[in-house]
């Protein structure tokens, strides 16, 4: 089986094929320059794939048994890049897996900043915020009881909120990680 690859190593494959197809030169050719110049595993795929198409499979059936994020949609680009003549087709949709490898980075960052703030938040208020509370409660200011006993319970019990959350998120990452992916007749 081939290695798997990311949306950037499938859109660098793709490109090398349809820059290929633009100069006229053997797809074969550019794959074997390919695994030559790269570490990895693009230059394992790209050796798999010259293996395969000396065989005689068809560079549309050799991207398909990749193991790749939409593989199949590859595939359908390339198949079409074929009939038309027109290798700009797999150029667009190698571009488009480059952005979607752009946003799911910027998705992944995004999270980051609001779990820090989440996290220094939290930790003010377990140990400055409700040391302060308890101490000074009634001393010049009047808190009113919820807070004050919201500061006492979180004074000896800070330990359990980020147990909670901890809990919590692998309960989520179970379960998303658990769901049933559609059929490929489906996809």
Avoid: H
């Avoid at 633009?22 to 790269?38: A, F, Y």
């Avoid at 198949?79 to 038309?84: G, N, V």
């Avoid at 003010?124 to 009047?142: C, E, K, N, T, W």
């Amino acid at each position: 089986p081939m290695a798997t690859l990311n949306d950037v190593q499938v859109a660098a494959l793709l490109e090398e094929g349809a820059c290929a197809m633009k100069v006229g030169t053997p797809v074969i050719d550019s794959l074997r320059r390919l695994e030559n110049r790269r570490l990895g595993r693009v230059a394992r795929v790209a050796g798999k794939a010259v293996e395969r198409l000396e065989r005689g499979e068809s560079l549309d059936g050799v991207i398909n048994k990749m193991n790749a994020p939409l593989g199949d949609q590859a595939a359908a680009s390339v198949r079409a890049a074929e009939l038309s003549g027109d290798p700009e087709i797999i150029v667009r949709f190698a571009r488009q897996l480059r952005r979607r490898s752009d946003y799911r980075e910027t998705s992944r960052l995004l999270w980051f900043y609001p779990c820090l703030l989440l996290l220094i938040g939290y930790a003010v208020a377990a140990g400055v915020m409700a040391p302060l509370v308890r101490q000074f409660d009634g001393a010049d200011v009047r808190w009113p009881r919820l807070i004050v006993s919201l500061a006492f319970w979180l004074e000896a019990n800070w330990w359990i909120p980020p147990l909670v959350a901890f809990a919590a998120i692998l309960v989520g990452a179970k379960l998303l990680l658990s769901r049933q992916r559609l059929p490929k007749q489906a996809r």
